[in-house]
């Protein structure tokens, strides 16, 4: 079934540890996204990638680090995890960056740090 | 940066009945997209409608629609004929000529029997 995957699904994680969030589309999209889920703040951006080989940062980028070396992958790493990075996280994908395209949005990873 | 506000975070409806969630929005642009996400309890993001700024007809799919007010930066969504599967956290948001969207914080709907 086409779509978006991400893995794990949910992750406890000691504060100070690496960890990398994983997202794969085979849609063949060219733009990514990945956002934060927090209780009543709704999601916010991460960090982007228009086409493969590009980042953006988003609106709460620090503390995340992404790469997007091929079209389908496009990983979320937490350099060093604290306890404020607790939230779900999603992953997203369009065809094009262009305002029209619709987000895709992938199951979602729920991180815990303590 | 463009804001995305929905002002009642939770709402209820009797099933059969009408429900309408607020959204209204902040923005300098003039072609720019705007969709209502629906999220179960299972965390999957639905998109529900979208609407096009440039369109002044109102986007329709089934039992929802929207009242979108261009001038005054309103995009509310109609959703008739409630049913118990419409509960959910519902999301209004904008989605920039670069193609980054901007969320609100939710309304919570719950559908009563």
């Known amino acids: 079934i086409a779509g978006i995957t991400q893995a794990p699904t949910s992750q406890i994680l000691a504060a100070g540890r690496r960890m990398t969030l994983r997202c794969t589309q085979d849609m063949r999209h060219n733009a990514m996204y990945w956002y934060r889920q927090d209780l009543g703040l709704g999601l916010r951006l991460i960090h982007y990638s228009n086409t493969a080989g590009t980042t953006g940062k988003g609106e709460v980028p620090d503390g995340y680090s992404v790469s997007r070396a091929n079209t389908d992958d496009f990983p979320l790493t937490l350099a060093s995890a604290v306890p404020s990075q607790t939230s779900v996280y999603f992953c997203a994908s369009s065809e094009k960056p262009s305002s029209y395209n619709e987000q895709f949005f992938g199951p979602g990873t729920r991180l815990t740090v303590l | 940066a463009q804001t995305v506000t929905q002002s009642q975070p939770e709402m209820s409806v009797q099933e059969a009945e009408t429900v309408t969630l607020s959204c209204t929005y902040d923005t300098s642009e003039s072609d720019y997209y705007l969709f209502w996400y629906k999220q179960p309890p299972s965390r999957q993001m639905i998109l529900v409608i979208r609407q096009e700024a440039y369109k002044q007809q109102n986007a329709t799919e089934n039992r929802f629609s929207v009242n979108f007010q261009k001038a005054a930066k309103s995009f509310s969504l109609k959703i008739s004929d409630s049913q118990l599967g419409d509960a959910a956290m519902y999301f209004c948001?904008?989605?920039?000529?670069?193609?980054?969207?901007?969320f609100g914080r939710g309304t919570q709907l719950t559908v009563w029997p």
């Open positions: 948001a904008y989605r920039s000529r670069l193609g980054r969207l901007y």
